[in-house]
């Protein structure tokens, strides 16, 4: 298991979304990248992400965080410029390190 801690932005294309709406645009891009993730045990298994405090809804920011489980071993870079090319207009990973 690896942890990656990523700052991301969440710009003016993308303001009006809820939290819950932003953490299903960044489960939907991990799949799409095909990223290792580690998923919970049980039932209904889900990502093991770890998110920071939610944004009110129409709000700007350049410096939310998550950190993201990875099952295996994977570069912060290499994670970050998979996850960049599957967010949408709007949401952009600016930086990526283990923790």
């Known amino acids: 298991m690896q ?5 991301y932005t969440k710009g003016e294309a993308v303001k009006y979304i809820s939290h819950r709406d ?3 645009t960044f489960q939907r891009a ?6 290792p993730m ?3 045990q049980g039932f209904n298994p889900h990502m ?3 998110w920071g405090q939610a944004l009110k809804v129409g709000a700007t920011s350049s410096g939310e965080e998550a950190i993201l489980q990875i099952d295996g071993w994977l570069k912060p870079a290499e994670l970050m410029a998979k ?3 599957k967010l949408p ?4 990973i600016v930086d990526a390190s283990v923790v």
């Not at 942890?3 to 700052?7: A, F, H, P, Q, S």
């Not at 991990?30 to 990223?35: K, S, V």
């Not at 207009?89 to 952009?92: P, S």
């Open 3 to 7: 942890r990656i801690k990523v700052k």
């Open 22 to 24: 932003l953490m299903r």
């Open 30 to 35: 991990i799949r799409r990248a095909e990223l």
């Open 38 to 40: 580690a998923y919970s």
């Open 48 to 50: 093991k992400i770890s």
């Open 83 to 85: 996850l960049n090319e």
């Open 89 to 92: 207009l709007g949401i952009e």
